[in-house]
C-alpha cells in the first residue's frame, strides 16, 4: 500500500504547480521542436498524439499531413484504441472531455504504430512515468509497438516515480530543456 500513498502524494505535490498560458505555449513549442528533431520522428510514418488537458504540453501542433496521425479514443472497460485523424476539425469531445477520433474514424492496430507520444503527471531519469491514475495507458501501452516517448514540462521530472509491477515504463522522455533515454 505505501506505493499507492506515494503516488497519490506525487500526484498532489505536481498537479499543485502552475504554469501560466504562456510558459505553456512556450515549453510546448520547446517540446515539440525536440520531437521533431529526432531522428525517429523523422523517419516515422504512423504516430499517436493526445488531445492535451489544460495542464498538459500540446502535442497537437505535431499534427504532420506526411504521416499517419493517430489520437486514442476510448472503447469501453477503461480501454483505449487508436484511429487516424484526417484533420484537427474531424476530432469529437470524447468520455471524459478529451478530444478523441469519431467512431466512424479508422481503427489502426497498435503493432503499427512507430511512435506513441504519453502525457504524464511525473517522469523520472529511467523513464518511469506516473499518471492520473486510472491506468488507461499502462494497460495499452505494452501493446502498442514502436517507441513510446513521455512528454511533460520540466517541472514534472522528479527523482523516482513510485512504480508497481503494472506501471510500463517508456523508451524516452522529451521535456522542454531535455531529453531522457532509457
Known amino acids: ?104 474514424a479508422v481503427h489502426v492496430n497498435a503493432s503499427g504504430i512507430n511512435i506513441t507520444l504519453v502525457p504524464g503527471l511525473a517522469f523520472d531519469e529511467s523513464c518511469n512515468r506516473l499518471g492520473r491514475g486510472r491506468g488507461f495507458y499502462d494497460r495499452w501501452l505494452p501493446h502498442i509497438s514502436g517507441i513510446k516517448i513521455g512528454i511533460g514540462f520540466d517541472h514534472q521530472l522528479v527523482d523516482s516515480v513510485p512504480t508497481e509491477n503494472h506501471d510500463h515504463q517508456l523508451d524516452m522522455v522529451v521535456m522542454p530543456s531535455r531529453e531522457i533515454r532509457r
Do not use: H
Open 1 to 104: 500500500m505505501a506505493v499507492n500513498e506515494d503516488k497519490v502524494k506525487v500526484r498532489a505535490e505536481i498537479s499543485a504547480i502552475r504554469i501560466r498560458p504562456e510558459e505553456c505555449e512556450e515549453a510546448s513549442s520547446a517540446i515539440c521542436n525536440r520531437i521533431k528533431a529526432l531522428e525517429v520522428w523523422r523517419g516515422a510514418e504512423t504516430v499517436l498524439l493526445y488531445a492535451p488537458l489544460p495542464d498538459e504540453p500540446d502535442v497537437v501542433r505535431l499534427f504532420d499531413y506526411s504521416k499517419s496521425v493517430c489520437f486514442p479514443r476510448f472503447k469501453v472497460d477503461r480501454v483505449y484504441e487508436s484511429a487516424i485523424v484526417e484533420n484537427l476539425e474531424s476530432l469529437v469531445v470524447g468520455k471524459f472531455g478529451i478530444q478523441e477520433p469519431p467512431p466512424e
